[in-house]
Each structure stands twice: as C-alpha cells, then as structure tokens.
C-alpha cells in the first residue's frame, strides 16, 4: 500500500479533560503517515501547555495558535487547510477518539477504488466519561448516493477521509457563514458531485457532553442543514420545492449527526 500522507486537523478550545485521548489515538493509528494540524482558538485552560507537551514527543504533530479567537469552527479548520500537504484530509474534534486501525481501513480503500472522494465509518457514541450510549454503522452501498443522504444522512464528521483534490475541486474550504453544520455543507457538496463509500466497521467515539458547540442553546442547529439544501438545489438542479422537506431533512440530519432525540 503506497504510504500517502493524511493530514489531520483538529481545532481545540478549553478541552484540556480530553485532548490528550484525542491526540493519543492518532499517535496509535496503525497507519503512520500523518500530519496532526492542532488549532487552538485561544483556550484559556491547560490546553495549549498539553498540545506543547505532545509537540515535543511527537515531530508530526503541527501546532497552530490563533491570535484571536476565529468564532466559529468553520474559520479554525479554514486556517488549517492551507498548511495540510497530505493527499487525504481527515477531521478529529479534540474530545473525540479514533480506533486505531480508522486511517488504516480508508486508505486501503481509497487506494484501492481511485474514484472515491469520500470515505467515512461507523462507530460510537461516548459520554464524559467515556461510557458507551450507542453506536452506528453506515447503512449505504458506495456510489453515487446524493439521493439517499439527502433522505437520511450517515455521516459523523469524525469518521471522513477527503481526497484533498476534490475537496478543493469542489468547494475549497469551510463556508464560514455557518457556526453550526459546517461539515455538513462541506460534506454534501462532494457527495453531490462524487462517488463516496462507507466502512461499515465502528472506528471512532464521537462524544456527547454539555460543553459541546452543539449543545448550546444559542446556536441555531437547523442553519447550516437549511442553508446546504437550498445550495445543493441551485448549483445542483435538485429539485425541492416544498419547505417542510427542509425541515424533515434537517431533523434526519440532526438525529444522526448529534444524538440528538427526535
């Protein structure tokens, strides 16, 4: 298997409980050529001391620290992207964990079936305390599979793997716009114009906690999901017509995506 590089961006803010899980489950991928883009948005916790510790033990691990706090995720990921030069871009959230043989799976995969653009997996769904509430695997084939997302999405942002060609072919970066959805946005626009498979193995913990962005009360869920829907139909031609199929998207969507009970 040719050792192609991955780079790995992770935005962190105030997580110095779980950034050290996060951050070890990379060092013990299996697949070992990696780059680790950390991007901190000024924590004011142990967070950056932790990400300056695992710089010192580990050359791949890149950090960047913002200035200023970017205010959303979508412009911390943003500043990452430019200084990824992987031929894959994968995406953990600095609370959440990868299985050791995640990157392993979909590089193999990839390699194997040239006109993938995306890959993503299965896997948990963990609390603080890392304690197991579900899990999930994908439920579609490979292919082109826009119309089923469309109808029930599968896609949990830690588990993708991104040809970086086509994620700049297609839309280059994160819509800055949306605070909440972001890799929604960014998710469906390649799978609208490319083939994508899933692993149907469990090969991430994406956790569940109070602190999440997506548990704030001040932050609009549905946004992101609306604003995508509206976009795939104008650069697309896909035909929705009626506004309650937003709606019933975005909670189809926000279900899977988050835990979110509907």
């Known amino acids: 298997m040719n050792s192609s590089l991955v780079s790995i961006i992770m935005p962190a803010y105030n997580v110095e409980k779980y950034i050290s899980d996060s951050i070890s489950s990379v060092i013990n991928q299996t697949y070992e050529n990696w780059e680790l883009?950390?991007?901190?948005?000024?924590?004011?916790?142990?967070t950056v001391k932790i990400?300056?510790?695992f710089v010192k033990l580990d050359s791949r691990i890149k950090p960047?620290?913002?200035?200023i706090n970017s205010g959303t995720p979508a412009k911390a990921k943003n500043k990452a992207l430019p200084f990824s030069k992987g031929?894959?871009?994968a995406f953990l959230d600095s609370d959440d964990i990868w299985l050791k043989d995640k990157l392993t799976n979909q590089i193999?995969?990839?390699?194997?079936?040239?006109?993938?653009?995306?890959v993503y997996t299965g896997g948990y769904l963990i609390d603080e305390n890392n304690n197991e509430i579900k899990k999930f695997l994908p439920k579609y084939e490979c292919g082109n599979i826009l119309s089923n997302m469309l109808k029930r999405y599968e896609v949990n942002n830690q588990s993708v793997i991104i040809?970086?060609?086509?994620l700049l072919d297609t839309i280059g970066m994160f819509n800055e716009n949306i605070i909440i959805g972001e890799d929604y946005n960014l998710f469906m626009n390649i799978i609208a114009k490319y083939e994508v498979c899933s692993i149907k193995k469990y090969l991430i913990k994406y956790r569940v906690h109070k602190k999440s962005i997506t548990k704030?009360?001040?932050c609009d869920l549905s946004d992101g999901t609306l604003k995508t829907l509206k976009e795939l139909n104008i650069k697309?031609?896909?035909?929705?017509?009626?506004p309650l199929y937003y709606f019933i998207s975005w909670l189809k969507a926000m279900r899977f995506r988050w835990g979110v009970s509907i």
Do not use: P, T
Not at 108 to 118: F, G, V
């Open 37 to 46: 883009l950390v991007i901190d948005d000024c924590s004011i916790d142990n």
């Open 51 to 53: 990400i300056n510790e």
């Open 64 to 67: 960047i620290f913002n200035s």
């Open 87 to 89: 031929e894959y871009i």
């Open 108 to 118: 193999s995969l990839m390699q194997n079936n040239e006109n993938y653009a995306l």
């Open 163 to 166: 040809k970086k060609e086509a």
């Open 216 to 218: 704030n009360g001040n």
């Open 236 to 242: 697309y031609n896909i035909k929705v017509k009626y």
